[in-house]
C-alpha cells in the first residue's frame, strides 16, 4: 500500500493458474488492493466472470474478434470495464500511470515485452514469469535498475531465498556472508520411473504433479525438470549469484521452498504448504504479512523430509540448464528457452516423445551455437530463428 490507498495492480495472465491464485489473494483484503487491469489470452469466458467480480478498468485479449466477444458480454452484465487488445495494450496496461504494481504471470517469453514495459514504467513487479529472466536477464535487470522498478519474486523458490536472505540485500552474496542459495525441487511425477519407461510418457501423465497445480507449460518442465534448470538461470539474475553460488537438491515433500546456505554454516529455509498463494501474499503484503488462504503446516502429518541429488542421465534437461548456466552465454539461455518452449507445445500435442523434449533444446543449442545477441531486438529475432527451427525438428520427428 502507498500510505493509505489500496494498491492497484495489473495482472498480466489473469486466466492462469497464479492469475486467479493473485486474485484469491487480492479478494481477501478488498481494503488493500483495487484491480487495474486483467489480461487472458484465449479463456474469454472465464475473464468475463473475473471482469464481473473484480471490475477492473481495462481487460485485455488477443485478438479483436475476441474482444468484440468480452464487451459485448460485459455490456450485457453492466460492467464498464474498457476491453483492449493486442500486445501493444500489454505494455500499455503494464505501463499505465493509473496502475502501482504489475503481477507478471503470462507464461513463456510472450510475457517479456510488458514485463519490460512494466521495468521501464518503474513499477512494482510481482515476477512469476521466470521466462522473462531466462531470454533477457541482463536486459531486464538493468531496466528495473535503471528505473526504479521494484522486482518482487513470486516463483516460490525464488520467494524463500528471498525471504531468507537478509532485508537488506543489496545484490552481493559475499558481502551477506552467503556461501550458496539452495534451491529446492520435488523431482516431479518421474523420479522413481524406470528410465526404460521415459519414451511412453503420456502428456496426461507428465501434467499430474505430485505436489503443486499448475499452468501445462510449467507441469511439463517440471516433470523433465527443465523447470528447476531455468530457475537456475532465473535465481542467477535475481540475486546475482555466479554458477558456483547455485545448488539443487531434492526434496520430494516440497515443505522446503529453498534455502540459503550461510559462510557460518547456518542454513535458512523457508517452510509452507505447496500453494503459491504463499510467496504471491508475501510479495503483495510487503512489508508486511497478509492472509493467504493457505492452510498452516503441520509438522505432525509430515511423513518425513527427504533430499537427494538430482540424477542428471534421468534429467538431461536439467544438464543442459547447468551447461548454459555455467557458459555465462547470455544468447545460449535465450537458445534454451524458444526450443523449449516448442518442444513442451509439440509434446502436449502429442507430435513428439518425454524424450525428445531435451534431444530439440540440445540440437538448437548446437544449431546457433557462437550466436550472440543483447538488445531486445536481437533476443527477440533469435527467439523467432529458434523456434522456427525447433518447429522443423519437430515436423521431421512427427513424420518418422
Ligand atoms: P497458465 O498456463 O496457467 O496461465 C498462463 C496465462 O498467460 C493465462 O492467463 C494465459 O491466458 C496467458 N497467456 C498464455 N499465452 C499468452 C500469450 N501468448 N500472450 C498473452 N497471454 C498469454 O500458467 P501458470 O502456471 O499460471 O504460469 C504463469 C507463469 O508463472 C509461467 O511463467 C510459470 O513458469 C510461472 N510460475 C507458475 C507457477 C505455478 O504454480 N503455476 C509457479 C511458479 C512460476
Ligand atoms: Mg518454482
Redesign the pocket.
Known amino acids: 500500500m502507498n500510505g493509505c490507498n489500496p494498491t492497484s495492480i495489473t495482472i498480466?495472465?489473469?486466466?492462469?493458474?497464479?492469475?486467479l491464485s493473485t486474485l484469491d489473494v487480492i479478494a481477501r483484503h478488498p481494503e488493500r488492493f483495487t484491480v487495474f487491469a486483467l489480461?487472458?489470452?484465449?479463456?474469454i469466458d472465464r475473464l468475463a466472470e473475473l471482469c464481473i467480480r473484480f471490475q477492473p478498468v481495462y481487460a485485455v485479449v488477443?485478438s479483436a474478434t475476441q474482444a468484440s466477444v468480452l464487451q459485448v458480454q460485459l455490456q450485457a452484465a453492466a460492467v464498464a470495464t474498457e476491453v483492449l487488445f493486442g500486445e501493444q495494450a500489454?505494455c500499455d496496461v503494464a505501463q499505465a500511470s493509473e496502475t502501482d504494481a504489475v503481477m507478471a504471470?503470462?507464461?513463456?517469453a510472450?510475457?517479456l515485452k510488458p514485463a519490460l514495459a512494466a521495468a521501464k514504467a518503474g513499477k512494482i513487479i510481482y515476477l512469476?514469469?521466470?521466462?522473462t529472466l531466462v531470454v533477457a536477464g541482463a536486459l531486464f535487470m538493468q531496466t528495473v535498475q535503471q528505473n526504479g522498478a521494484r522486482l518482487l519474486p513470486?516463483?516460490?523458490e525464488h520467494n524463500a531465498i528471498f525471504q531468507a536472505l537478509p532485508a537488506d540485500y543489496q545484490g552481493d552474496l559475499k558481502q551477506a556472508g552467503v556461501a550458496s542459495l539452495i534451491l529446492t525441487a520435488s523431482g516431479g511425477p518421474f523420479l522413481h520411473t524406470a528410465l526404460a519407461d521415459f519414451a511412453a510418457i503420456t502428456p496426461e501423465a507428465a501434467i499430474r504433479h505430485p505436489n503443486?497445480?499448475?499452468?501445462?507449460?510449467?507441469s511439463v518442465?517440471s516433470a523433465s525438470m527443465m523447470?528447476k534448470g531455468l530457475e537456475l538461470i532465473e535465481a542467477r539474475w535475481l540475486f546475482n549469484a555466479t554458477a558456483k553460488q547455485l545448488e539443487v537438491v531434492i526434496h520430494p515433500q516440497s515443505v522446503i521452498h529453498s534455502m540459503v546456505r550461510y559462510i557460518d554454516g547456518s542454513v535458512l529455509a523457508q517452510m509452507g504448504e505447496p500453494d503459491?498463494r504463499i510467496p504471491i501474499a508475501h510479495c503483495l503484503g510487503l512489508p508486511a504479512r497478509i492472509e493467504s488462504g493457505v492452510k498452516q503446516l503441520d509438522f505432525t502429518r509430515l511423513s518425513g523430509l527427504n533430499f537427494l541429488a538430482p540424477d542428471l542421465v534421468r534429467f538431461p534437461c536439467l544438464k543442459l540448464a547447468y551447461d548454459v548456466l555455467h557458459s555465462g552465454h547470455a544468447a545460449s539461455s535465450c537458445i534454451l528457452n524458444a526450443a523449449n518452449e516448442i518442444a513442451v507445445d509439440a509434446f502436449l500435442n502429442g507430435l513428439i516423445r518425454f524424450t525428445d523434449l531435451a534431444s530439440v533444446s540440445d540440437s538448437c543449442l548446437q544449431h546457433f551455437s557462437g550466436q550472440s545477441a543483447s538488445s531486445i531486438e536481437e533476443l527477440l529475432l533469435l527467439d523467432a530463428q529458434v523456434r522456427s527451427i525447433a518447429r522443423t525438428w519437430v515436423a521431421s520427428r512427427a513424420a518418422t
Open positions: 498480466l495472465g489473469a486466466t492462469g493458474s497464479i492469475g489480461t487472458a489470452y484465449q479463456q488477443a500489454l504471470a503470462i507464461v513463456g510472450a510475457g512469476a514469469n521466470k521466462e513470486v516463483d516460490s503443486w497445480q499448475m499452468g501445462r507449460k510449467i518442465d523447470n503459491m
